[in-house]
């Protein structure tokens, strides 16, 4: 089956929408696949490729499992998996999920940072109680030019636990050298910030240049 959402400024476009289900022991599967749409919004539209949800419903054990969710936007690709547990309680929840952005498409999707090059990938992952989870995050650049700034290739680890965020690690090349950085927030009254910068070959002119600022 075909189906269509529209919005006031926004209108996606499925094809091919199947979905089924069964009950097998008490526990529900349920799988949902689209082979393809489109999405348009103020103007401008993006292709929407095969996509695809797998999940479980235990209600006996409280649990639901997502086998994995699959989306692939104009480049983009995102996938997570994971459980919660305890669902009549506070829920626990359990997921892991990447995502690839190839970044040429947020000017065709937003009409925002024109020229945009390169791409970004992220892993994620968040466990826990679902009110103050943990949360884990890698992330990797690479070429990204976002005009007029050329930052390059860029590699971050960064993670959140209650009123703590950690930047475990930062590293970016600058020229013929690079620049590492660590980073400890507490989200107190007084944002207390403790960081640390290594660098090594690193000219603050090419630093500024990568930046994007004029007369660097």
Known sequence: A???????????????????WEVRRGVIDAHVEVLGGTAERAGRTV???RSRIEA??????????LTRAEL????????????LESLCEV??????????????MVPRL???LPGAQGSVWARVVATGKITSPSVRAEIQATDVVLPPARPGDLSARVSFSGKEIELEEFHARVGLGWVKAQAHLTLDDA???????????????RALEKAGIAGA
């Open 191 to 205: 944002l207390t910030l403790k960081a640390q910068i290594e660098t090594q070959d690193a000219s603050l002119g």
């Open 56 to 65: 479980a419903l235990d209600l006996d054990d409280e649990r639901a499992t």
């Open 2 to 20: 075909d189906v269509t959402i529209e919005a006031p400024d926004a209108k996606v476009q499925l094809t091919d929408v199947g979905l089924s």
């Open 72 to 83: 692939q936007v104009d480049g983009l690709t995102a996938s997570v998996s994971g459980k």
């Open 91 to 104: 829920p626990e929840v359990a997921l892991s999920g990447q995502l690839f952005v190839p970044l040429s």
């Open 47 to 49: 292709a929407i490729g």
């Open 110 to 112: 937003t009409g925002q």
